[in-house]
């Protein structure tokens, strides 16, 4: 989340991955995850204050994405 208000975008291949793989590896308490995700949370409360992404998504410009994607897959035009 914190990504994405800052940057606009998800980034899939994760610089943190280690990490992600050490908690799904049960290597932290559940103390430390909860308070892991706090800080998360502030962290992107804080981001969405000075985002510059729009507060609501362009539903026409998805719905013709969606579309588009369709039909190259259908190849149907």
């Known amino acids: 989340m914190v990504e994405v208000?800052?940057?606009?975008q998800?980034?899939?291949?994760?610089?943190?991955a280690s990490e992600l793989l050490?908690?799904?590896?049960?290597?932290?308490t559940y103390e430390e995850i909860v308070e892991w995700s706090e800080r998360l949370h502030e962290q992107s409360q804080l981001a969405l204050k000075t985002t510059h992404?729009?507060?609501e998504p362009d539903y026409e410009l998805?719905?013709?994405?969606?579309i588009n994607i369709q039909n190259?897959?259908?190849?149907t035009e």
């Open 5 to 8: 208000a800052q940057t606009g």
């Open 53 to 55: 992404l729009p507060e």
């Open 62 to 66: 998805a719905a013709k994405l969606i």
């Open 10 to 16: 998800v980034q899939v291949r994760r610089p943190d």
């Open 22 to 28: 050490s908690i799904r590896d049960g290597k932290y």
């Open 72 to 75: 190259d897959i259908w190849n």
